[in-house]
T-cell receptor, first 115, second 113 residues
Framework: EPEVTQTPSHQVTQMGQEVILRCVPI?????FYWYRQILGQKVEFLVS????????KSEIFDDQFSVERPDGSNFTLKIRSTKLEDSAMYFC?????????????FGSGTRLTVV | QQQVKQSPQSLIVQKGGISIINCAYE??????FPWYQQFPGKGPALLIA?????SEKKEGRFTISFNKSAKQFSLHIMDSQPGDSATYFC????????????FGQGTTLQVKP
């Protein structure tokens, strides 16, 4: 079964440093998403991306965050200057269309720890 | 209101019993309601989903009941098994055609042997 692949699985970074979280969506998918989950809490939407631009972002997704699809296969989330409260699991997802019933699939996540 | 409220926060069920998790929403523009299962260290995996024009959907031991007028929906797990022990999230597809999912707070289910 096709998978969304995320790397690294765990990243530790110093406060104030930049981090890039990487995702390889399913190959024929056109819609891409980032979510985060603070330990023990619900999964929260960060951003959706289609046709090389952001289609929606949450209030969490401030100027410190950016997304990019640098080539035909990768989808990245950059946090410019990490804060302690950015520590969370970050999940990438992709879908064929903007519908859950079109193969909307989550990756296994990257655990980001900011120290 | 872009919220989905889920209860209970945790649930302990004996093997063979029925697990019931409830969710409520306010935004009538939501038009798709999936349930996700999450094991520790893994991403959410789609379990079952329903549209608001259907009152019930069953897939194996998993059933969603949907009450559009009350704006509530629930997941029933029949004959619960220890392998069902996981965190379950209800969700709603946000309005606006951006694929945004709004998740409930999650329910940690433990099925005792």
């Amino acid at each position: 079964e096709p998978e969304v692949t995320q790397t690294p699985s765990h990243q530790v970074t110093q406060m104030g440093q930049e981090v890039i979280l990487r995702c390889v969506p399913i190959s024929n998918h056109l819609y891409f998403y980032w979510y985060r989950q603070i330990l023990g809490q619900k999964v929260e939407f960060l951003v959706s991306f289609y046709n090389n631009e952001i289609s929606e972002k949450s209030e969490i997704f401030d100027d410190q965050f950016s997304v990019e699809r640098p080539d035909g296969s990768n989808f990245t989330l950059k946090i410019r200057s990490t804060k302690l409260e950015d520590s969370a699991m970050y999940f990438c997802a992709s879908s064929e269309r903007d519908r859950v019933d079109y193969g909307y699939t989550f990756g296994s996540g990257t655990r980001l720890t900011v120290v | 209101q872009q919220q989905v409220k889920q209860s209970p926060q945790s649930l302990i069920v004996q093997k063979g019993g029925i697990s019931i998790i409830n969710c409520a929403y306010e935004n009538t523009a939501f038009d798709y309601f999936p349930w996700y299962q999450q094991f520790p260290g893994k991403g959410p995996a789609l379990l079952i989903a329903i549209r608001p024009d259907v009152s019930e959907k069953k897939e194996g031991r998993f059933t969603i009941s949907f009450n559009k007028s009350a704006k509530q929906f629930s997941l029933h797990i029949m004959d619960s098994q220890p392998g069902d022990s996981a965190t379950y999230f209800c969700a709603a597809l946000g309005s606006g055609n951006t694929g945004k999912l709004i998740f409930g707070q999650g329910t940690t289910l433990q099925v005792k042997p």
